[in-house]
């Protein structure tokens, strides 16, 4: 099981961004998909979740009507994107599979992509 993340960096206040994942070790179209966040000193928190063949998403609070999940089967890939970003959004950025119990594999988690938002 295999987890790459790319597509963060530095932006400003108001920006955006497009974070990938790419999956491999697993039928990714049988998993429903995750984006997870950490920020210093904080732990791990569920950020987008989207169902096995993408009806369905769901959000967090703070990240409902600025952050959008999709994927794309063909390619085993799950992206967010993230608009009017915040300095609050600063974190590393992580994707991983989602069951019932919660994280999928617990034991795997990629190198994450870090966002940074500052002026």
């Known amino acids: 099981v295999q987890f790459v993340e790319s597509g963060g960096g530095l932006v400003q206040p108001g920006g955006s961004l497009r974070l990938s994942c790419a999956v491999s070790?697993?039928?990714?179209?049988?998993?429903?998909m995750s984006w997870y966040r950490q920020a210093p000193g904080k732990e791990r928190e569920l950020v987008a979740t989207?169902?096995?063949?993408?009806?369905?998403?769901g959000y967090a609070d703070s990240m409902k009507g600025r952050f959008t999940i999709s994927r794309d089967n063909v390619k085993n890939t799950v992206y967010l994107q993230m608009n009017s970003l915040k300095p609050e959004d600063t974190a590393v950025y992580y994707c991983n599979a989602r069951v019932q119990s919660g994280v999928g594999f617990p034991d795997h988690w990629g190198q994450g992509t870090q966002v940074v938002v500052s002026s």
């Open positions: 070790g697993f039928t990714f179209s049988s998993y429903f």
């Open positions: 989207i169902s096995s063949r993408g009806g369905s998403t």
